[in-house]
T-cell receptor
Framework: DTGVSQNPRHKITKRGQNVTFRCDPI?????LYWYRQTLGQGPEFLTY????????KSRLLSDRFSAERPKGSFSTLEIQRTEQGDSAMYLC???????????????FGPGTRLTVL | AQSVTQLGSHVSVSEGALVLLRCNYS??????LFWYVQYPNQGLQLLLK??????LVKGINGFEAEFKKSETSFHLTKPSAHMSDAAEYFC??????????????FGKGTRLSVIA
């Protein structure tokens, strides 16, 4: 079990540029979540996948944001035309959801810190 | 919709003293409750979780939490604080839907400082 990994760990970009983050979940986990965390706040849910299907998107996820999980393994989160308000820590988590009580514990990666200048 | 309120954005205790971090939840269906810890520049690590079994839940690093339905609370405690406990602590709630648990809803966090 190598845990959830995220790349890059840090990204600095200029306003208007596109950025893409990658998340590699724990290998047998079927669910993958994206959260955003700003300074002094708890993580806020963005979207999640069950295998390759994107099941839910938060209203926080504007049209500039898109996430994919093409083969039900790793996932990418892309932000187009970045704005300064997008500066945050983007966290990925994975879990093994069996539809049984107590089975869905989310394990978090270290996050990607985005700074938009 | 579920929600979590963490009372106190910053708690300071002396080394060896009791740690008490407060969490109240709101949910119209039976909740699943979690405490996570976040050290600087690191991801979130699960401390413990309540999944409708025992109401007193023991976690890692000597932490425990008690689910009290009548008070809609899930406070985190540790009998004796250690310097290494200094971190940000998040309470979170989810509920069970037909295909698994819903995404976590987090509180705003409580920063714990431990004074030598």
């Amino acid at each position: 079990d190598t845990g959830v990994s995220q790349n890059p760990r840090h990204k600095i970009t200029k306003r208007g540029q596109n950025v893409t983050f990658r998340c590699d979940p724990i290998s047998e986990h079927n669910r993958l979540y994206w959260y955003r965390q700003t300074l002094g706040q708890g993580p806020e849910f963005l979207t999640y996948f069950q295998n390759e299907a994107q099941l839910e998107k938060s209203r926080l996820l504007s049209d500039r944001f898109s996430a994919e999980r093409p083969k039900g393994s790793f996932s990418t989160l892309e932000i187009q035309r970045t704005e300064q308000g997008d500066s945050a820590m983007y966290l990925c988590a994975s879990s093994l959801a069996l539809g049984l009580p107590g089975t869905d514990t989310q394990y978090f990666g270290p996050g990607t810190r985005l700074t938009v200048l | 919709a579920q929600s979590v309120t963490q009372l106190g954005s910053h708690v300071s205790v002396s080394e060896g003293a009791l740690v008490l971090l407060r969490c109240n939840y709101s949910s119209s269906v039976p909740p699943y409750l979690f405490w996570y810890v976040q050290y600087p520049n690191q991801g979130l690590q699960l401390l413990l979780k309540y999944t409708s079994a025992a109401t007193l839940v023991k976690g890692i690093n000597g932490f425990e939490a008690e689910f009290k339905k009548s008070e809609t609370s899930f406070h985190l405690t540790k009998p004796s604080a250690h310097m290494s406990d200094a971190a940000e602590y998040f309470c979170a709630v989810s509920v069970l839907d037909p295909s698994g648990n819903t995404p976590l809803v987090f509180g705003k966090g409580t920063r714990l400082s431990v004074i030598a």
